[in-house]
């Protein structure tokens, strides 16, 4: 079956960098895109952005430019967020999701606390 | 960007109830080569990733319950729960993927009355 495991949970300091993994198994990877989502305590879905895993090209929302980084190791079908200079506002849970028509599938999510 | 504003905030109900999560988006989701909205509901239980429940605004995903219903087209969009179960009780957020960025609504928190 389909499945997104993600890495676990992570405490930073601020100034720190982070990164989060997202294995993909049960279908073709390079065949979808993966997508980004971070979700602040308590609050909605905020959409970070995507990787073309065929050819590795990324695309970041305008929030997520300059720190973040999306990356492959396609040869692990696994899909990577690199967070650096860790700010508190990161503290957050982040989702990796499968493209295609919308988000089918989902990793469990990796709890980020920044906090000095 | 496209707006996603979804209604009510809140909802308190007693099970067995018909519940409705109303969703507008900024500009039209409606895409001329599918004849298709690009729209989709999402449900969320604490401490869980979201679930995806129903695509194209009216397409229930394989799994979930009949008592899910999408329906709307352009910029109007309605999330309806028939029969209301205690399992039910959980955030729901509808979603534009139209365009990008995909933006989500804020969210709807299903409550017991």
């Known amino acids: 079956q389909i499945q997104l495991v993600q890495s676990g949970p992570e405490l930073k300091k601020p100034g720190e960098s982070v990164k989060i993994s997202c294995k993909a198994s049960?279908?073709?990877?390079?065949?979808?895109?993966m997508h980004w989502v971070k979700q602040a305590p308590g609050k909605g879905l905020k959409w970070m952005g995507w990787i073309n895993t065929y050819t590795g090209k990324p695309t970041y929302a305008d929030d997520f430019k300059g720190r973040f980084v999306f990356s492959l190791e396609a040869s692990a079908s696994t899909a990577n967020l690199q967070i650096s200079n860790l700010k508190n506002e990161d503290t957050a849970t982040y989702f990796c999701a499968r493209g295609g028509d919308t988000y089918h599938y989902w990793g469990q999510g990796v709890m980020v606390t920044v906090s000095s | 960007d496209i707006v996603m504003t979804q209604s009510p905030s809140s909802l308190a109900v007693s099970a067995g109830e018909t519940v409705t999560i109303n969703c507008k988006s900024s500009q039209s989701l409606f895409g001329s080569v599918r004849q298709k909205n690009y729209l989709a509901w999402y449900q969320q239980k604490p401490g869980q990733s979201p679930k995806l429940l129903i695509y194209?605004?009216?397409t229930r995903e394989s799994g979930v319950p009949d008592r899910f219903i999408g329906s709307g087209s352009g910029t109007d969009f309605t999330l309806t729960i028939s029969s209301v179960q205690a399992e039910d009780l959980a955030n729901y957020y509808c979603?534009?993927?139209?365009?990008?960025?995909?933006?989500f609504g804020a969210g709807t928190k299903l409550e017991l009355k």
């Open positions: 194209l605004a009216s």
């Open positions: 049960g279908y073709t990877f390079t065949d979808y895109a």
């Open positions: 979603q534009q993927y139209y365009d990008t960025p995909n933006t």
